[in-house]
């Protein structure tokens, strides 16, 4: 599969790092994500591991986080996701979210991970604002 060139790998040297590449892109003004499927993503069964999906959807929804809170900084406390579809080598899976609400220290989001049409997995989390000190 080719990837459109409007994707932007994502440059980082930490743990997404060995995940990746994760790319981005900007649709309808906001920062979109996707990583392309391969072998080192994938379980016994061939297709590409629950761990994996989730790992990509907590970096993507947390950068959309990130970009509520003008780059504040924030941890993940609670990622909840549903399975829908399973996901094969070479698929470009591309994360979507939003922000449903935001407190002084608690961001509520959801999102949705898709091939093409086809929804993979549904997402949605709280992700603590660290305050300094925090």
């Not at 743990?15 to 920062?31: A, K, Q």
């Not at 608690?106 to 091939?115: A, C, K, Y």
Request: aromatic share 8%.
């Amino acid at each position: 599969m080719t990837i459109d060139p409007d994707w932007r790998p994502r440059i980082t040297n930490d743990f997404p790092y060995l995940v990746g590449p994760v790319l981005e892109r900007l649709e309808d003004g906001r920062r979109i994500f996707a990583f392309m499927a391969d072998a080192r993503h994938v379980n016994d069964r061939g297709v590409v591991h629950g761990g994996m999906l989730m790992t990509f959807a907590d970096q993507a929804f947390g950068e959309v986080v990130l970009d509520s809170l003008e780059r504040r900084l924030c941890a993940t406390v609670q990622l909840n996701t549903h399975f829908i579809a399973a996901v094969q080598v070479g698929d470009l899976v591309v994360a979507r979210g939003e922000i449903v609400r935001g407190t002084r220290s608690l961001v509520f989001m959801r999102g949705f991970l898709t091939v093409g049409d086809r929804t993979v997995a549904a997402i949605d989390g709280i992700w603590k604002v660290l305050h300094s000190g925090g």
